[in-house]
């Protein structure tokens, strides 16, 4: 059972564009939802993360949105450079626990 | 960058010898963590550590074992590697249970299984 549902697949966005991933989750006892950023070769590295008694969070040019009502998050990279093309996991862990639940990830290509 | 080290970072075995892999990490860290990654997966969590000598299983822990002796190092054997094991394995590392502890990866080990 897949509790982290991410889309899409992959994606591909115009220098400078708006890229945008989406995630949703099943398990109301999620609490914790980090967003990884993973580069060839390479392990993923926390981009940023939210907790839902908050609905935006913004470092940067990156944004997750939280729609707790919904199951639903999302996350937002504004002026999109190539340097950003990379795979994204979203990820969830429920209150009280180390663990994490991640997406199935999304391949994004910045093209120049 | 967090002090993970994967060892090795590639290898390839035959089915049916057992492999173990290790990580380890200077931060001193309570928790550290194995995951695989496979195309169309995501990364799946196979076991975890709270603690020298005490481990939990993840979703895919068939096939797997662990062990944790050290704070500093955390084991990952495949007892009779199977080509269904073959997988980019990921070491994290975190500092303690609760809200907001970010897990820090390693870079991996490559596994083929032929």
């Known amino acids: 059972q897949q509790q982290v549902k991410q889309s899409p697949q992959s994606l591909i966005v115009q220098k400078g564009g708006i890229s945008i991933i989406n995630c949703a989750y099943e398990n109301t006892a999620f609490d914790y939802f980090p967003w990884y950023q993973q580069f060839p070769g390479k392990g993923p590295a926390l981009l940023i993360a939210i907790r839902p008694d908050v609905s935006e969070k913004k470092e940067g040019r990156f944004t997750i949105s939280f729609n707790k009502s919904a199951k639903q998050f999302s996350l937002h990279i504004m002026d999109s450079q190539p340097g950003d093309s990379a795979t994204y996991f979203c990820a969830a862990s429920p209150a009280g626990y180390s663990t994490l639940t991640f997406g199935k990830g999304t391949m994004l290509l910045v093209s120049p | 960058d967090a002090g993970i080290t994967q060892s090795p970072r590639h290898k390839v075995t035959e089915t049916g010898t057992p492999v173990t892999l290790r990580c380890h990490q200077t931060e001193n860290h309570r928790y550290m963590y194995w995951y695989r990654q496979d195309p169309g997966h995501g990364l799946r969590l196979i076991h975890y550590?709270?603690?020298?000598?005490?481990?939990d299983k993840g979703e895919v822990s068939d096939g797997y074992s662990v062990s944790r002796s050290k704070t500093e190092d955390f084991l990952l054997t495949l007892e009779s590697a199977t080509s269904s094991q073959t997988s980019v394995y990921f070491c994290a590392i975190s500092e303690s249970q609760g809200i907001n502890q970010p897990q820090h990866f390693g870079d991996g080990t490559r596994l083929s299984i032929l």
């Open positions: 550590s709270y603690g020298v000598k005490d481990t």
